[in-house]
């Protein structure tokens, strides 16, 4: 059976095979993935953790200024990708 070409399941085949989207099959990749992201979550809050602790703690010095200054790119990476995310929802 065919589809016709205006069906939403074959644009978006053309739009895999345009930007050449690859789906990877690994062996048990669910079960890995149940172990590695919360293990991802984890390093990853601690870090963050980590780096708000050392912006705020007394007395300032060169490593306060540098959690600070990481803590402000992460800001900015972080609103710029939700503004992104928001604008590509808005336009598909």
């Known amino acids: ?22 789906f ?4 048990h990749g669910r079960a890995i993935g149940l172990f590695v ?3 991802c979550a984890l390093a990853g809050s ?7 602790t050392g912006a705020v703690q007394k007395p300032w010095g060169i ?5 600070f ?3 402000l790119v992460l800001l900015v990476i972080a609103s710029y990708t939700g ?5 590509m929802t808005l336009k598909l």
């Open 1 to 22: 059976m065919t589809r016709p070409p205006d069906d939403p399941i074959t644009r978006w085949r053309e739009r895999e095979r345009a930007f050449l989207i690859v």
């Open 37 to 39: 992201l919360p293990a």
């Open 24 to 27: 990877p099959q690994v062996t």
């Open 83 to 87: 503004l992104f995310l928001a604008l």
């Open 63 to 67: 490593f306060n200024v540098l959690s």
């Open 46 to 52: 601690f870090g963050l953790w980590k780096l708000a």
């Open 69 to 71: 200054g990481a803590l």
